[in-house]
């Protein structure tokens, strides 16, 4: 098996799993882009890279200017002591591209280890994080570019967790030819030990018909079901399942044990528009009885029996007995089964998975790594449905650590492993894990791929809410790239089999998601909807993490909207945490909505290297603060830095800075920078942002004509949005047009909130 490997070349060891570039005992700053190409080149030095494969592989889309891709790549050559003109490690290649030429060694990353220090940890701030600036004409700012890693650490856990509980369950290659088959939970009308017979051998005879090429609704899902009801009549139950789930046939089996000891289990079949069938098995355990019954079963429905399974012996009750408690959320009763194994049971390796799963879930991750990595030593002695889910619990693991990289590589092996022929269900985990973390890669091509073939075959596997899993994270994706109305489209075909099959958190998440995408398409009123069902599930949930981004997300929605305390209160209840999801900016810019500036400032003052966003607040507080020269002197290294990330955000702030201080040409060209960048991210609320600020410098410089051209492209934006009809009424005003004026007015005291109503309440 493949191991993690670093790249040494002169004094310089270049880790691409960590996404770091250490130089002796010092890590060396780099913008996320430039590491990036960095690592594309080093890991393709054999061969000439092309401009266009290069920006595609970093950037995940082709329509990047060469002046953009030329200062990445100069900063990257400034990092490693290159120059344009030497070319000692980067060379360009004239009419093609670039080739990394220096010496390179690739080293084990385990020998590597042996002789490097530990890295400090990337800064925070190392991802462009905006969120919304303030809308009054002095802090008209953008909504946040689409923080894609800040909700995808969200979504991530989801997926990680997907593999949580996904049994080997064999299955044929042959596509299903029959509707979606649910079945129900085990009726014991003599009770007995009916906690496990219930939701096990349940369990097991779902299992049974998916590996003679039955489309059988997962068992996961049908114990979600079931629990939202509680205890209610079969009927109703049963109408529920179908409704809920669209099986157009049902199985509710019975088991009872007889006066000879012995076990007898009834199969009753309904199928919409025909009559019930019934088929009765007997055997020494539950398990047996049931291979009994679904043998006959599915010889009536022209389905041969898959190979028998070892029904009687004390490991297959085991293992259906902790599968039972997982599904009835009894982590504790799961806990316990394994305790009580004795060490020969405890050798198995489908036993060994389910305790890693479960130690996973419980968050214990020091243990499961411990579980999985010991099955991976002995990877090709296991069946291959346990090496899959080996493969994939260590890359759960490496993305709950952020080590997308190797996330990569092990669902990659898992699905290796599984190869075409593999579980549907085990397939589609593998093809969303290997997604995500490609996701987060910025690999968004090859994350589409991948989780559209995920979706594929969760289809196959019937998993509703598996595959709306994906929907969520393909708008994630569709967002990130650009396509934030596609995105809302996956989003609400998420959202709707989430609600049907009452999974809360997940939906949580899908409504996280369709906000943003909101946001970012400049319907500030229609994210604030989103927002507050997204709160109101929010207080339900159990993950914190998920909880933090939805405060986080209403608070801007509400400052959207101009709804500043509400936006405070709700902020003021969100805890300081490191990384893209800290609300000090988001903080910061609702000071400076409120007429705080010098606040702004000071909660922003100990960012050594802040993003884009973070730069935008602070030059539009030191522009409202004129008589603090301090302010504006603390400044200018931050703007003159030459190895600050690209980004629209900070052109904008560069807009304005050189705009204050009169350099109108140097600003324009900033501008214009700004406005191409949020339309080649296709962020509206962006757009919106810099054409109202740059209407302001037009009539600010008496330019008329450039401010009606600008003015034209903001009208469509005047009905919905406050930034744009503040806008409007300042050019109409300049221009004279009285009735148009006052139409924007309207829009404004409309749409103002706790904002300035009247344009000469905050001039320039």
């Not at 190409?37 to 200017?65: F, N, T």
């Not at 909807?529 to 993950?543: D, G, M, S």
């Not at 919905?720 to 004279?736: H, K, M, N, S, W």
């Amino acid at each position: 098996m493949s191991r993690p490997t670093m790249y040494r070349f002169a004094d310089f060891l270049l880790d691409p799993a960590a996404r770091e570039l250490r130089r002796g005992d010092e890590r060396v700053a780099l913008p996320p882009k430039s590491l990036e190409c960095l690592i594309y080149l080093v890991e393709h030095r054999e061969r000439a890279i092309g401009r266009d494969e290069l920006i595609s592989a970093v950037w995940g889309r082709v329509d990047v200017s060469d002046a953009l891709l030329a200062q990445t790549l100069l900063r990257a050559r400034r990092a490693v002591g290159d120059t344009g003109n030497d070319q000692t490690s980067i060379r360009t290649v004239p009419r093609f591209g670039y080739q990394w030429v220096a010496a390179t060694q690739a080293v084990d990353a385990a020998v590597a280890a042996e002789s490097a220090p530990i890295a400090a940890p990337p800064p925070v701030g190392d991802t462009p994080t905006d969120y919304p600036s303030g809308t009054t004409p002095p802090a008209v700012g953008p909504q946040p570019r689409w923080r894609l890693l800040a909700v995808a650490a969200v979504l991530v856990a989801l997926a990680a967790g997907l593999f949580v509980w996904l049994r080997p369950t064999p299955q044929t290659a042959v596509a299903p030819q029959d509707g979606l088959l649910v079945v129900a939970p085990v009726t014991l009308p003599g009770g007995g030990d009916a906690a496990w017979i219930r939701l096990g051998v349940m369990d097991y005879i779902a299992a049974r018909l998916r590996a003679a090429g039955l489309t059988v609704l997962p068992s996961e899902r049908v114990a979600g079901l079931v629990a939202e009801r509680g205890q209610e009549p079969l009927e109703q139950l049963h109408q529920h399942l179908r409704e809920a789930s669209g099986a157009t046939r049902l199985i509710q089996p019975e088991a009872r044990l007889r006066g000879d000891g012995r076990w007898q289990l009834q199969l009753d079949l309904s199928t919409a528009g025909a009559a019930a069938q019934t088929f009765t098995g007997s055997g020494e355990s539950p398990l047996a009885a049931a291979d009994d019954a679904t043998a006959s079963l599915l010889a009536r429905l022209g389905h041969a029996a898959p190979a028998a399974a070892p029904t009687a012996d004390a490991a297959a009750e085991r293992l259906q007995r902790f599968d039972a408690a997982m599904l009835e959320g009894d982590l504790a009763g799961a806990r316990a089964l394994i305790a009580a194994a004795d060490p020969a049971a405890l050798a198995d390796p489908a036993l060994q998975v389910r305790a890693g799963q479960l130690a996973f879930r419980a968050g214990d991750l020091a243990g499961a790594a411990a579980t999985f990595g010991g099955l991976q030593q002995r990877l090709n002695q296991l069946p291959t449905a346990v090496q899959a889910q080996a493969l994939m619990g260590l890359g759960a693991l490496a993305v709950r650590r952020g080590e997308y990289a190797d996330a990569e590589r092990r669902y990659a092996e898992a699905l290796a492993v599984l190869g075409p022929d593999g579980p549907q269900d085990l397939t589609g985990n593998g093809f969303t894990g290997r997604g995500v973390a490609r996701a987060a890669q910025r690999q968004y091509a090859l994350a589409a791929a991948d989780l559209a073939r995920a979706r594929v075959a969760l289809e196959r596997a019937g998993d509703a809410p598996g595959v709306a899993s994906v929907d969520t994270n393909l708008g994630l994706l569709e967002t990130g790239n650009g396509k934030p109305a596609l995105a809302l489209q996956s989003f609400d075909r998420a959202i709707v089999v989430f609600e049907r099959y009452g999974v809360r958190d997940s939906l949580a998440a899908s409504l996280l998601g369709k906000g943003r995408a909101q946001l970012v398409l400049g319907d500030a009123a229609a994210s604030l909807t989103t927002a507050r069902q997204a709160w109101a599930l929010a207080r339900t949930l159990e993950n914190p993490v998920l909880v933090r981004s939805i405060g986080l997300h209403l608070a801007e929605a509400l400052r959207s909207n101009g709804q500043l305390s509400e936006a405070r209160q709700v902020l003021d209840g969100v805890p300081d945490a490191p990384g893209p999801d800290n609300p000090t900016e988001l903080r910061a810019r609702l000071a400076l909505d409120q007429g705080e500036p010098a606040r702004a400032l000071q909660l922003l003052a100990g960012v050594a290297a802040p993003s884009g966003g973070a730069l935008l607040v602070q030059v539009r507080a030191a522009l409202a603060l004129p008589a603090d020269a301090a302010a504006r002197k603390r400044l200018q290294p931050l703007l003159d830095a030459t190895d600050a990330e690209p980004s629209g955000e900070r052109e904008l702030a560069l807009a304005l800075w050189h705009e204050a201080a009169g350099d109108a040409d140097t600003a324009r060209r900033h501008f214009a920078a700004a406005l191409a960048d949020a339309d080649s991210a296709g962020d509206v609320d962006r757009r919106i942002a810099v054409l109202a600020d740059w209407i302001a410098a037009c009539l600010h410089r008496g330019e008329l004509d450039r401010a009606t051209e600008l003015a034209g492209l903001l009208a469509p934006h005047i009905e919905q949005d406050y930034r744009a009809a503040y806008a409007a009424a300042a050019y109409y005003a300049a221009v004279g047009d009285r009735h148009l004026q006052a139409a924007a007015q309207a829009r404004i005291e409309a749409l103002a909130g706790q904002r300035p109503r009247r344009i000469a309440d905050a001039s320039h």
